[in-house]
């Protein structure tokens, strides 16, 4: 009988201490509502400069594109250079400013590239991107995206100005097939 009264306690007690909270989500705050054109024609911006400041070797251009934070990274492939991961700010603008400093030249490409396939979700906050972006052989061997690459982009919101916070390309090399094909 004492351990029947003491189970019967013990169960209480954690069937109180689990009580289920229910939560109104009219008591919580509404999200602000998004101005998708607006957000996109910033993001897309954001996208457009930040690669021209890349292949033009402006630096400081380049960087106020990007969260400077230890959680950012970059994730690609290509052929000459295998796997490439960088994390962190701290790295990816160590890496940026040697490549700019070995290829100091700027890069004509920077206006040329064509972006099609753009898949774009944006949230208060946060938005991600994917694209196919297609580029020119220029001959920079170091800081050349010729051909098609597979992109993806991560944004975050900072200050009211979208940030680049994770950056993925995968450079697939191959032309595009003429459409009448």
Not at 27 to 45: L, T, V
Not at 46 to 56: G, I, K, N, Q, R
Not at 62 to 85: K, L, N
Request: proline share 3%; with cysteine.
């Amino acid at each position: 009988m004492k351990n029947i009264k003491l189970l019967l306690l013990i169960a209480s007690i954690i069937f109180i201490g689990c009580e289920s909270k229910t939560i109104d989500v009219n008591d919580e705050p509404a999200e602000k509502e998004i101005d998708f054109e607006k957000e996109r024609a910033a993001i897309m911006k954001v996208l457009e400069e930040e690669s021209a400041a890349f292949w033009d070797k402006d630096f400081e251009k380049y960087a106020s594109y990007w969260v400077h934070e230890e959680y950012i990274r970059t994730m690609g492939w290509w052929e000459q250079g295998g796997v490439t991961v960088v994390n962190g700010w701290k790295e990816r603008e160590s890496r940026t400013k040697q490549h700019m400093e070995l290829s100091p030249e700027p890069n004509p490409t920077a206006t040329r590239v064509k972006r099609e396939n753009i898949n774009l979700r944006i949230y208060n906050d946060v938005a991600w991107m994917t694209f196919d972006q297609y580029g020119e052989d220029t001959g920079d061997a170091l800081m050349d995206m010729p051909d098609l690459s597979r992109e993806t982009r991560i944004f975050e919101k900072q200050n009211g100005e979208w940030k680049i916070a994770y950056l993925g390309w995968l450079l697939e090399g191959q032309e595009k097939e003429d459409e009448g094909n």
